[in-house]
């Protein structure tokens, strides 16, 4: 295994990203100086139902930007649609989304994960009878979703497999799964499958990793450590994207934030900002009362007393469905 060597991005630096961020327009859509992500008009209906209007989005480089709204807002929509596992309604009608300034409107999914903007997958029940190490191979191919098995039997996969095994291991070693590495990924903790996810999206070496939910599931004594692996990423240069329900976490670690509500972007700014923005407090409280919009005790006692009784109820609720399986 070689060693594993981090190199440092100026916005390691949390006075540069100040700075930068400081100089962004507290509203939607605002302009960014060096965006990764330029997106426009897209539109996606189901029926008569709008899941997704955004008019104009900038994702600014190098920053860990946090894509927040109540339940129903469409952000996990708005993730499928910008990389390529769903078509806008608007598609061919000024729908335009490019990354890296390269245009990806009609780009299918593994072309955008290809591109450099790669999305973490849930473990799928396929994926949790793999090993760890053969998932981390599968995310070497360029998380091509529903290709992923195809790609598995490409003539090149032997040539390169030593390569990329050796960059697994690093991989592993760094979120800290390598003695797990011959382990059913099925047999991991909620905590360690994030891991897994996030490990395997770096093996196809994104600009920007997209995370929906990276903390959802996960024991109290790894989130500190999930936070830490995102922000090195950020300190490394990547581009971070993701969608979190929990307010502390965002407060936590996010550069900045976008707000979305009904389809719409609604607000953009410092987590401080959006939070205490009337329009964001609005869409929260009309979606569900007792959101809780954090504050800066994101590991306080209670906060991680909470965590665990939901950690509890979720093991029990997958222990419970993998017993029924296994009768079945
Ligand atoms: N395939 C689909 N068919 C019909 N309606 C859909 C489909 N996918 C999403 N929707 C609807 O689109 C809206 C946006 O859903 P989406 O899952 O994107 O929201 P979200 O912000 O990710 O919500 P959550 O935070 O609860 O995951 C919801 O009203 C949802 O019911």
Redesign the pocket.
């Known amino acids: 295994m070689s060693e594993h060597t981090n190199t440092v991005s100026s916005l390691a630096d949390p006075a540069a990203r100040a700075a930068l961020t400081g100089g962004f327009e507290d509203a939607p859509g605002a302009a960014k100086p060096d965006p990764i992500l330029v997106v426009d008009n897209i539109v ?1 209906q ?2 008569g ?1 709008t ?2 209007d955004v008019q104009h989005l900038e994702v600014q480089r190098g920053l860990i930007t946090a894509l927040i ?12 649609l910008i990389t390529g596992f769903d078509r806008p309604t608007t598609a061919g009608k000024g729908a335009h989304w490019s990354f890296d300034g390269r245009t990806l409107d009609k780009t299918s999914a593994s072309s955008v994960a290809r591109a450099g903007m790669v999305r973490t997958f849930q473990l799928t029940k396929a994926l949790s009878r793999m090993t760890v190490i053969d998932n981390m191979m599968l995310g070497a191919q360029g998380q091509a979703g529903e290709n992923l098995f195809k790609s598995m039997f490409r003539p090149t996969w032997r040539s390169q497999e030593r390569e990329i095994e050796a960059k697994a291991d690093d991989l592993l070693a760094r979120f800290k799964l390598y003695e797990k590495k011959h382990d059913y990924a099925g047999s991991l903790s909620g905590g360690q499958r994030k891991l897994l996810e996030m490990a395997r999206a770096l093996m196809s070496d994104p600009k920007m990793i997209m995370l929906d ?1 990276p903390m959802a599931g996960v024991n109290p004594a790894l989130t500190q450590s999930l936070l830490g692996h995102i922000q090195s990423l950020r300190d490394e240069g990547m581009t971070v994207l993701f ?1 979190e ?1 929990d307010m502390h976490v965002v407060r936590h670690i996010s550069d900045w934030v976008a707000v ?1 509500a009904e ?1 719409r972007l609604v607000a953009e700014g410092s987590a401080d900002t959006v939070m205490s923005n009337p329009a964001v407090i609005d869409a929260y409280l009309g979606a569900h009362h007792d959101t809780d919009l954090g504050d800066d005790a994101l590991l306080s006692e209670e906060h991680m007393q909470e965590l665990a009784e939901e950690v509890a109820a979720e093991e029990a609720e997958r222990e419970a469905e993998e017993e029924a399986e296994g009768l079945r």
């Open positions: 996606r189901f029926g139902m899941a997704v709204g109540p339940n129903g807002a469409g952000k996990t929509t708005f993730f499928n939910e969608v329900h979305m389809g």
